[in-house]
């Protein structure tokens, strides 16, 4: 009996020590990675976008109820509107065959004028229209798995658009998804442009639902209501894409509230939009050459 | 002579259903649930099934299973890497060296248990996430993060106890 007691505490001593050595062992491996994010470049993107590819049967698997469920409350939830919306939508049809038809003279004319200026075009085309499979989960970042990558020719960096306005880019690409930095994020910042007066500033993520407006000269008159739409600096998404509409200004902090659907976004499309070559190593100069 | 087999031997596949089921939590936690809050504070259902299983069966849930479960949440949260892992590896020497206070204790002082965890957790978290920012991010969506992971407490605990009850 003694014994026994005694051998038990012996197992239960080692155990213990091993535990112990057990968590000092993985916490040296957390520490570790954290170390490499903090002082290092991180863990290469490939290697997450990878990561993410391992998620994408389940997601795809889990997000088809998901979807069923949310269209069917939608349209249990409209079904005690849908006499004035029936209404609405019909004064609004008129409305828009009246745009239709202006839209399309101008389109015409536009289209004879670059003709006979030879302006080159300015429509991006679309990449790949993809689902949204997955959030960014955390309470500091902001961004959305999408069902299309390599396989599909996404790469990183390329804008990403919903049907009302701009949505972020892709950064992380793996062989079946790729996540989207959306604009909101603390790590976005988007050259934009005032579509009212022109002047050029910076759209910032504060990691909120919405922006700052940043960087805007000191002369601009900006007001409540304004669009922004993208100005097409710096090379990373093309000119005229809707981004926000001014919504708050106090002082020196002017709010912007995204366009595009962000908290119920389903559907997003990527767009085809490379304006600058990859970026290669320099070559040696012939100097250099002709030394080697 | 060789000790005790670890219970993961004695209860075959069942004994990985700890591991499997948190590993599903976690993907849960990516889906776009198709509402902003949802989007943005997402509670930590891994946490709250890690704290739950090491509370109730702690040698299903070992440090190994810890750690990927938490290096798997943050290339899939796209998070700094190793701050879920250290969390959860945190949770897991929290709960051995607290258990032996509210072990048999009524379901409300789990529940108040996890929480005060959970609240020390996230702070940190909040502070190693800055770190890596280069400044201080704002404090209010943890805190909302906090509020929904503690609130959700409950509701996870009871389908996860009905869950072991059946399988083990």
Same mark, same amino acid.
């Given at each position: 009996?003694?014994? *026994?007691?005694?051998?038990?505490?012996?197992t239960?001593?080692?155990?213990? !020590?091993?535990?112990?050595?057990?968590?000092?062992?993985?916490?040296?491996?957390?520490?570790?990675?954290?170390?490499?994010?903090?002082?290092?470049?991180?863990?290469?993107?490939?290697?997450?976008?990878y990561?993410?590819?391992?998620?994408?049967?389940?997601?795809s698997?889990?997000?088809?109820?998901?979807?069923?469920?949310?269209?069917?409350? +939608?349209?249990?939830?409209?079904?005690?509107?849908?006499?004035?919306?029936?209404?609405?939508?019909?004064?609004?049809?008129?409305?828009?065959?009246?745009?239709?038809?202006?839209?399309?003279?101008? #389109?015409?004319?536009?289209?004879?004028?670059?003709?006979?200026?030879?302006? @080159?075009?300015?429509?991006? @085309?679309p990449?790949?229209?993809?689902?949204?499979i997955g959030?960014?989960?955390? !309470?500091?970042?902001?961004?959305?798995l999408?069902?299309a990558?390599?396989?599909?020719?996404?790469?990183?960096?390329?804008?990403?658009?919903?049907?009302?306005?701009?949505?972020?880019r892709?950064?992380?690409?793996?062989?079946?998804?790729?996540r989207?930095?959306?604009?909101?994020?603390?790590?976005?910042r988007?050259?934009?442009?005032?579509?009212?007066?022109?002047?050029? /500033?910076?759209?910032?993520?504060l990691?909120? !639902?919405?922006?700052?407006?940043?960087?805007?000269?000191?002369?601009?008159?900006?007001?409540?209501?304004?669009?922004? %739409?993208?100005?097409?600096?710096?090379g990373?998404?093309?000119?005229?894409?809707?981004v926000?509409?001014? *919504?708050?200004?106090?002082?020196d902090?002017?709010?912007?509230?995204?366009?595009?659907?962000?908290?119920?976004?389903?559907?997003?499309?990527?767009m085809?939009?490379?304006?600058l070559?990859?970026?290669?190593?320099? +070559?040696?100069?012939?100097?250099? /050459?002709?030394?080697? | 002579?060789?000790?005790?087999?670890? &219970?993961?031997?004695?209860?075959?596949?069942?004994?990985?259903?700890?591991?499997? %089921?948190?590993m599903?939590?976690a993907?849960?936690?990516?889906?776009?649930?198709?509402?902003g =809050?949802?989007?943005?504070?997402?509670?930590?259902? %891994?946490?709250?099934?890690?704290?739950?299983?090491?509370s $109730?069966?702690?040698?299903?849930?070992?440090?190994? /299973?810890c750690?990927?479960?938490?290096l798997?949440?943050?290339? $899939?949260?796209?998070?700094?890497?190793?701050?879920?892992? #250290?969390?959860?590896?945190?949770?897991r020497?929290?709960v =051995?060296?607290?258990?032996?206070?509210?072990?048999?204790?009524?379901?409300?002082v789990? $529940?108040?248990?996890?929480?005060?965890?959970?609240?020390?957790?996230?702070?940190?978290?909040?502070?190693?996430?800055? &770190?890596? !920012?280069?400044?201080?991010?704002? &404090?209010?969506?943890?805190?909302?993060?906090?509020? %929904?992971?503690?609130?959700?407490?409950?509701?996870?605990?009871?389908?996860?106890?009905?869950?072991?009850?059946w399988?083990?």
């Amino acid at each position: 009996m003694r014994t *026994t007691g005694v051998r038990d505490r012996g197992t239960l001593t080692k155990r213990v !020590a091993r535990g112990r050595d057990a968590f000092w062992l993985y916490m040296g491996l957390a520490i570790a990675l954290y170390a490499l994010e903090l002082f290092g470049s991180g863990v290469p993107r490939q290697v997450r976008g990878y990561a993410n590819d391992l998620a994408t049967p389940v997601l795809s698997l889990l997000n088809e109820p998901i979807q069923i469920l949310q269209s069917g409350l +939608e349209r249990v939830a409209g079904v005690g509107d849908i006499y004035l919306e029936n209404q609405e939508l019909r004064d609004e049809n008129d409305k828009l065959r009246q745009w239709r038809e202006a839209a399309q003279r101008l #389109i015409v004319e536009n289209e004879r004028l670059r003709q006979i200026l030879k302006v @080159p075009e300015r429509e991006v @085309p679309p990449l790949a229209t993809a689902a949204v499979i997955g959030v960014g989960g955390g !309470a500091f970042e902001r961004s959305v798995l999408i069902n299309a990558g390599s396989t599909e020719n996404v790469d990183s960096n390329l804008p990403v658009v919903d049907e009302l306005g701009l949505v972020g880019r892709t950064i992380e690409v793996g062989l079946m998804t790729t996540r989207v930095l959306l604009i909101t994020d603390l790590n976005s910042r988007v050259p934009i442009r005032l579509e009212r007066s022109g002047d050029v /500033a910076i759209a910032e993520g504060l990691n909120e !639902a919405f922006m700052r407006m940043r960087f805007l000269a000191v002369d601009s008159s900006v007001q409540i209501g304004d669009r922004v %739409v993208t100005s097409g600096h710096g090379g990373l998404f093309p000119p005229d894409i809707p981004v926000a509409e001014v *919504t708050g200004i106090i002082e020196d902090f002017i709010e912007l509230t995204p366009i595009s659907s962000l908290s119920t976004l389903d559907f997003v499309r990527v767009m085809d939009y490379r304006p600058l070559p990859p970026e290669q190593d320099p +070559e040696p100069s012939s100097e250099e /050459a002709g030394g080697q | 002579m060789a000790g005790p087999r670890p &219970a993961q031997n004695l209860l075959g596949a069942a004994g990985l259903m700890p591991v499997v %089921v948190s590993m599903g939590l976690a993907m849960l936690m990516l889906l776009p649930l198709g509402s902003g =809050l949802a989007d943005y504070a997402t509670p930590h259902l %891994v946490m709250i099934s890690c704290f739950y299983w090491l509370s $109730w069966r702690p040698l299903l849930m070992p440090y190994g /299973a810890c750690t990927v479960l938490g290096l798997v949440l943050d290339l $899939w949260l796209g998070a700094p890497l190793g701050i879920n892992t #250290i969390m959860l590896l945190l949770t897991r020497l929290f709960v =051995l060296n607290q258990l032996k206070y509210y072990k048999d204790k009524n379901r409300g002082v789990y $529940w108040g248990v996890f929480s005060v965890m959970a609240f020390g957790f996230f702070t940190l978290s909040w502070l190693l996430t800055s &770190a890596v !920012a280069g400044q201080f991010l704002a &404090a209010d969506t943890v805190f909302l993060q906090w509020l %929904v992971t503690s609130f959700f407490y409950a509701p996870i605990a009871f389908v996860l106890g009905r869950l072991r009850r059946w399988v083990l």
